[in-house]
């Protein structure tokens, strides 16, 4: 039987680049349906559901996407709402690749660091790759501090964290020069860069001034990038005794944890792959454990 993925993508244009994924992953027909939100998308996930038996259920699966995060959010929850008893497919939610970019960049450090005790600072750490990042971070018993040009929206990002979980609440801060953000970046232990694209926080010659920083992760790729010394190809290179990855060096390991992620969604009708479980797979597919 045919390996059917249905994706719903809350922009009007479904992205090329999570079918092109879909397709490296093993998946047989890609079902693409653009402009996708809580109001139109029952009669799809119906269609999903009720047309191969619940025994073949495993063979068809959805995978939420779109730029726009809180969309993609609230459309995989209603999603998760419409499916009951046996009558359900595997989902994966990865809207503008927040989830998989956030575990591929936590599991990046985990690789160097004990995270268990360290403090670190997520700078940018209100968007969707930053704040995720900082959960899973305070899921590592991390100590956090969270930073944003506005200690308000930090703060708010913060509350979201502690929300849905049962992690201590990182610490929010306003940091967004790089005066500011090398202040915030007082004895941290790990750093992640996690601004817009082109977003510069720290200028060269920073990284060997916070002296207790180890590991050094930079998401944004488009120059200036966030930290300006790191390259985006870096891959665990040493720049000043600190070790660094950009958002290259992160991005194969984040194709990779994609990938699987959608070859699982095949294995059985019931895997959800959310922010959490997203990591737990990037984890084991480390060799890692939380
Ligand atoms: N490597 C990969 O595979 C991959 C995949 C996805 C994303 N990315 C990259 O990861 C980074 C984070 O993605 P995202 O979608 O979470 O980013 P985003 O939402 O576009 O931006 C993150 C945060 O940056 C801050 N920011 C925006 N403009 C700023 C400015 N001019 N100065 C200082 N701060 C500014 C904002 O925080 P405040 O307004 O609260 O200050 C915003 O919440 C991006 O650079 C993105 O390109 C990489």
Redesign the pocket.
């Known amino acids: 039987m045919q390996k059917i993925l249905i994706q719903l993508d809350t922009d009007d244009q479904p992205a090329a680049f999570d079918q092109v994924v879909a397709v490296d992953a093993g998946a047989d027909r890609i079902l693409s349906y653009g402009g996708i939100n809580e109001n139109n998308v029952e009669a799809l996930v119906h269609g999903a559901i009720f047309t191969r038996g619940p025994a073949d259920l495993n063979n068809t699966a959805i995978f939420v996407g779109g730029s726009n995060?809180a969309a993609g959010e609230q459309l995989a929850q209603r999603v998760a709402q419409t499916f009951f008893g046996p009558m359900r497919v595997s989902l994966m939610m990865d809207s503008?690749?927040?989830n998989?970019?956030a575990a591929?960049a936590v599991v990046a450090a985990k690789k160097h660091l004990e995270l268990r005790g360290t403090t670190a600072l997520v700078l940018?750490?209100?968007?969707?790759?930053?704040?995720r990042v900082a959960q899973l971070l305070a899921g590592e018993c991390c100590k956090v501090r969270l930073?944003?040009?506005?200690k308000e929206?930090?703060a708010a990002?913060c509350n979201r964290i502690v929300e849905g979980h049962k992690v201590e609440r990182p610490e929010p801060v306003a940091a967004?020069t790089t005066k500011e953000s090398l202040a915030a970046a007082k004895d941290v232990d790990l750093l992640f860069a996690?601004?817009?694209?082109?977003?510069c926080?720290l200028s060269d010659g920073c990284l060997a001034s916070i002296d207790s920083l180890k590991v050094a992760v930079d998401?944004?790729?488009?120059p200036p990038t966030?930290v300006s010394e790191i390259e985006a190809t870096d891959k665990a290179v040493d720049r000043n005794g600190v070790l660094c990855y950009g958002?290259?060096g992160?991005?194969a390991g984040?194709m990779q944890v994609h990938k699987q992620a959608v070859r699982q969604l095949f294995q059985t009708n019931d895997r959800k792959f959310g922010t959490e479980e997203i990591y737990h797979l990037a984890l084991e597919m480390a060799g890692l454990q939380r």
């Open positions: 995060v503008n690749g927040c998989t970019t591929a940018g750490g209100t968007g969707p790759v930053g704040q930073a944003s040009r506005s929206r930090a990002a967004s996690a601004g817009a694209a082109g977003v926080f998401l944004n790729a488009v966030g958002a290259l992160v991005g984040k």
